[in-house]
């Protein structure tokens, strides 16, 4: 096979893994945003019992085949800039789903993400064939790490009491650690096939030394899977963004401080490093201010018990609006009045008023100890 063809080869694999990370970034982004807020335990057994987690998983899967299978065909140089259009097609691919149309903003900061990757990865050097980390200098890294990515994570999920800013930094922490995270497990990786081909530094491990790096490979690996979820609460292009960066800076750690690699071109190599990462962290800025944040549905309030009894006020009926209040003791009765009914004066002379009124006033006394009333006054 030719160069040319492996070039053709390498750059279309390379393409299958970029739209497949896409694809698992817009299904986790999806199950982000439909899922209830919860921690510790609950939460994961939700979303291990969740079809679209695993269609996520798959398409994870399906990408890093074919990233691994296009560095087959192809340099790295060539393979790992085309692995950032992720966040190119990501972005349309989430819109479409969400109904709604790619701002002009997020095209920019995309493409401040994109350029600023695409400026670390040319001026990272190589790691010479073969050359891996030693197991005590990945037992070194692992735990670094570990301690690292929990620093990151550490922060709880604001939901809708944090606001927009709350979610969106907390998701930033947990994409930064997802990358980490993912970028060890790729260095390990490289131990890891360097000890099959009993290739290691320091000579050949045992086979518990093997199954060890073989169980911090897939710590890490689910580690950071589990973590990008967590981080798509906040959005997705801006998550996406600080996931593809912290990826390849974390591997660019290890093989500059460990493997000997350095940036190209000398000095003029890290000047280049720092700009192209200020030029991508515009591009994270951009996305955060610019991008929707996902709305995380919250978990079903408890129902407030119903009130039994007679606690209910009666309906008023009648003309009456008001019933008066039941009043306790004997009742009092009004007198009735025996005997020839009672013409009440006319009101002429002297004290007539005073008379009438008294008259009015007069307990109910027993007949013999009422008073006579006066005799009427002739006119």
């Given at each position: 096979m030719n160069a040319a063809v492996g070039t053709v080869i390498a750059v279309l694999l390379s393409l299958v893994s970029a739209a497949g990370y896409a694809l698992a970034a817009v299904a986790q982004s999806r199950l982000a945003a439909s899922s209830p807020v919860r921690d510790g335990g609950g939460a994961l057994r939700a979303l291990l019992t969740h079809g679209q987690w695993w269609s996520a998983v798959g398409l994870n899967a399906a990408g890093a085949l074919a990233h691994v299978a296009a560095l087959h065909y192809g340099p790295l140089t060539l393979v790992q800039p085309l692995g950032a259009l992720t966040l190119v097609a990501a972005l349309p691919l989430g819109a479409y789903h969400a109904r709604r149309r790619v701002t002009r903003t997020e095209w920019r900061g995309a493409l401040w993400t994109l350029g600023g990757l695409v400026g670390l990865v040319a001026v990272t050097g190589p790691a010479a064939p073969g050359e891996a980390l030693s197991l005590r200098e990945s037992l070194v890294v692992a735990a670094t790490t570990a301690l690292l990515?929990?620093?990151?994570?550490?922060?709880?999920?604001?939901?809708?009491?944090?606001?927009?800013?709350?979610?969106?930094?907390?998701?930033?922490?947990?994409?930064?650690?997802?990358?980490?995270?993912?970028?060890?497990?790729?260095?390990?990786?490289?131990?890891?096939?360097?000890?099959?081909?009993?290739?290691?530094?320091?000579?050949?491990?045992?086979w518990w030394q093997t199954a060890l790096l073989a169980l911090l490979i897939s710590g890490f690996a689910t580690g950071g899977l589990l973590l990008s979820q967590a981080a798509y609460r906040g959005g997705l292009a801006a998550p996406l963004a600080v996931v593809n960066l912290s990826n390849p800076a974390a591997a660019a750690v290890i093989g500059v401080a460990l493997l000997g690699e350095t940036f190209r071109a000398g000095a003029w190599g890290w000047l280049v490093a720092a700009a192209a990462s200020l030029v991508a962290a515009r591009g994270v800025v951009l996305l955060t201010k610019d991008g929707p944040t996902a709305e995380p549905t919250p978990a079903a309030p408890t129902?407030?018990?119903?009130?039994?009894?007679?606690?209910?006020?009666?309906?008023?009926?009648?003309?009456?609006?008001?019933?008066?209040?039941a009043v306790s003791g004997p009742t009092l009765t009004t007198p009735t009045t025996t005997g020839p009914a009672l013409t009440t004066p006319a009101a002429t002379g002297p004290g007539a008023v005073d008379r009438i009124l008294s008259r009015q006033t007069t307990p109910d006394l027993p007949p013999s100890q009422a008073e006579p009333l006066p005799a009427p006054v002739a006119g």
């Open positions: 990515v929990a620093t990151l994570a550490s922060g709880r999920p604001h939901g809708h009491e944090g606001g927009a800013g709350g979610r969106g930094r907390n998701g930033l922490g947990h994409a930064t650690a997802s990358g980490i995270a993912s970028g060890v497990a790729s260095a390990l990786t490289q131990t890891l096939t360097a000890a099959l081909a009993r290739e290691l530094p320091g000579g050949a491990p045992a129902a407030e018990p119903t009130p039994t009894g007679p606690t209910a006020e009666p309906t008023p009926t009648g003309p009456t609006a008001r019933s008066a209040p």
